[in-house]
């Protein structure tokens, strides 16, 4: 593993150089921040940088590896308060750059046996569909084979009861694979959404979800809920409503345990046709929800405006509460509105018992993540309900 190391404090910068050395690791120092616009970054696997340096400052620094598409892994380094270490990790991840690791200084050498075999994992990770294979043409023209051949594949996530700890429903998410190389859905949903596939994508998702769900309730101790989501697209279609109610009606299924969920950042548009089409489907009794809640900046306006029944706190604050003062006092009293409100409230991004154990006590409804479980293929899910009903962990 190559490291650069970019700190304005040589008598630092000469000891760390020669304590890496010692792990294996070849490092290069630059103590002029500037000397990093003219550095071959090629060879490099980790850049970690000090954010406070005269002249080209770390957050500069960072601009400019957005700018110069850099793709290695960003650990950074400060002596500042830990409210500017998260500022510039959230900068990067803005920057959608790799951020790994922040480093308040002093800091120990003890993270380098965490960093070193993560650099070593990754190369065995499972590859995913990047923006640079295939270009987004063939991607589109493939995308749509995939949807007319219905390769799309749905996977189900549970969500919890955080209080009995049952399973209340599954969401689902659309998967693909592509040659046997999954593809983000972030990536083909969007290119969905710009190249008109989506309408047929969506009636395909909730085809297979309905069909998988009608399997699953034939067991009468499941009851679950079934969410789904919806992008913008189909908030512009007039006829989204009777569409989504006959759909229903073919499977015998009742609409209020469907939940559809709305990306808060699609509610920004304010359009006359999204609201209609988002109370008429709370009309006809869909329950409604407005997933990553917090993201955006149109929350409190669609609480107050909008039809909706539930929301998804954002899985940003979630990872973050037990370590950011700032995210647990958010959280709580998002709770604390939502409940006020008559909503239900889901924290989605839930990795380790004690999130889930705080969320509890924060009084939220219903968790999501991967704590419980990632998202599963149809086939599966029976028997992790088997599993889950005879290993049910407690508080």
Same mark, same amino acid.
């Given at each position: 593993?190559?490291?650069?190391?970019?700190?304005?404090?040589?008598?630092?910068?000469?000891?760390?150089?020669?304590?890496?050395?010692?792990?294996?690791? !070849?490092?290069?120092?630059?103590?002029?921040?500037?000397?990093?616009?003219?550095?071959?970054?090629?060879?490099?696997?980790? /850049?970690?940088?000090?954010?406070?340096?005269?002249?080209?400052?770390?957050?500069?620094?960072?601009?400019?590896?957005?700018?110069?598409?850099?793709?290695?892994?960003?650990?950074?380094?400060?002596?500042?308060?830990?409210?500017?270490?998260?500022?510039?990790?959230?900068?990067?991840?803005?920057?959608?750059?790799?951020?790994?690791?922040?480093?308040?200084?002093?800091?120990?050498?003890?993270?380098?046996?965490?960093?070193?075999?993560?650099?070593?994992?990754?190369?065995?990770?499972?590859?995913?569909?990047?923006?640079?294979?295939?270009?987004?043409?063939? *991607?589109?023209?493939?995308?749509?084979?995939?949807?007319?051949?219905?390769?799309?594949?749905?996977?189900?996530?549970?969500?919890?009861?955080?209080?009995?700890?049952?399973?209340?429903?599954?969401?689902?998410?659309?998967?693909?694979?592509?040659?046997?190389?999954?593809?983000?859905?972030?990536?083909?949903?969007?290119?969905?959404?710009?190249?008109? *596939?989506?309408?047929?994508?969506?009636?395909?998702?909730?085809?297979?979800?309905? @069909?998988?769900?009608?399997?699953?309730?034939?067991? @009468?101790?499941?009851?679950?809920?079934?969410?789904?989501? *919806?992008?913008?697209?189909?908030? =512009?279609?007039?006829? *989204?409503?009777?569409?989504?109610?006959? =759909?229903?009606?073919?499977?015998?299924?009742?609409?209020?345990?469907?939940?559809?969920? /709305? !990306?808060? !950042?699609?509610?920004?548009?304010?359009?006359?046709?999204?609201?209609?089409?988002?109370?008429?489907?709370?009309?006809?009794?869909?329950?409604?929800?407005?997933?990553?809640?917090?993201?955006?900046?149109?929350?409190?306006?669609?609480?107050?405006?909008?039809?909706?029944?539930?929301? @998804?706190?954002?899985?940003?604050?979630?990872?973050?509460?037990? /370590?950011?003062?700032?995210? =647990?006092?958010?959280?709580?009293?998002?709770?604390?509105?939502?409940?006020?409100?008559?909503?239900?409230?889901?924290?989605?991004?839930?990795?380790?018992?004690?999130?889930?154990?705080?969320?509890?006590?924060?009084?939220?409804?219903?968790?999501?993540?991967?704590?419980?479980?990632?998202?599963?293929?149809?086939?599966?899910?029976?028997?992790?309900?088997?599993?889950?009903?005879?290993?049910?962990?407690?508080?």
């Amino acid at each position: 593993m190559t490291l650069l190391l970019i700190d304005d404090d040589k008598d630092f910068t000469d000891f760390f150089v020669e304590a890496v050395a010692e792990l294996g690791v !070849t490092c290069t120092a630059l103590t002029k921040s500037t000397d990093i616009l003219h550095y071959d970054l090629g060879n490099t696997e980790h /850049i970690i940088i000090d954010l406070s340096m005269p002249g080209f400052d770390g957050l500069q620094i960072l601009r400019f590896l957005k700018d110069v598409k850099y793709d290695g892994y960003i650990s950074v380094t400060s002596g500042q308060t830990h409210s500017v270490l998260e500022s510039a990790k959230e900068l990067c991840q803005l920057h959608q750059l790799n951020f790994h690791t922040l480093l308040r200084k002093p800091f120990d050498l003890s993270f380098l046996n965490k960093l070193i075999p993560a650099q070593r994992e990754s190369k065995s990770t499972p590859i995913c569909i990047s923006a640079k294979f295939p270009c987004d043409q063939t *991607l589109v023209k493939r995308l749509s084979i995939a949807i007319k051949q219905q390769a799309i594949d749905v996977y189900f996530q549970p969500k919890i009861n955080l209080k009995t700890r049952e399973v209340t429903g599954f969401e689902a998410l659309a998967r693909w694979f592509l040659d046997g190389v999954f593809v983000s859905p972030e990536k083909f949903i969007s290119l969905a959404e710009k190249h008109q *596939l989506m309408p047929d994508l969506t009636l395909l998702i909730i085809d297979k979800s309905l @069909k998988h769900y009608l399997l699953l309730n034939q067991d @009468k101790k499941n009851n679950f809920g079934l969410a789904i989501n *919806l992008s913008s697209t189909e908030l =512009k279609q007039e006829n *989204l409503p009777d569409i989504l109610f006959k =759909k229903l009606h073919q499977y015998n299924m009742p609409c209020d345990k469907v939940t559809l969920e /709305i !990306t808060e !950042t699609v509610l920004l548009e304010k359009k006359p046709t999204s609201l209609e089409v988002l109370t008429r489907l709370r009309l006809m009794g869909f329950k409604l929800s407005i997933d990553d809640f917090g993201s955006g900046y149109s929350s409190v306006n669609m609480l107050q405006n909008g039809p909706f029944t539930e929301l @998804k706190i954002d899985r940003a604050f979630i990872k973050s509460i037990n /370590i950011k003062k700032q995210s =647990k006092i958010i959280v709580k009293s998002i709770v604390d509105m939502a409940t006020q409100l008559g909503l239900s409230v889901v924290s989605e991004g839930i990795e380790t018992p004690e999130e889930a154990r705080q969320l509890f006590e924060m009084n939220c409804h219903t968790g999501q993540g991967y704590f419980f479980s990632k998202p599963m293929p149809a086939s599966t899910v029976n028997e992790w309900l088997s599993y889950w009903r005879d290993e049910m962990p407690t508080q």
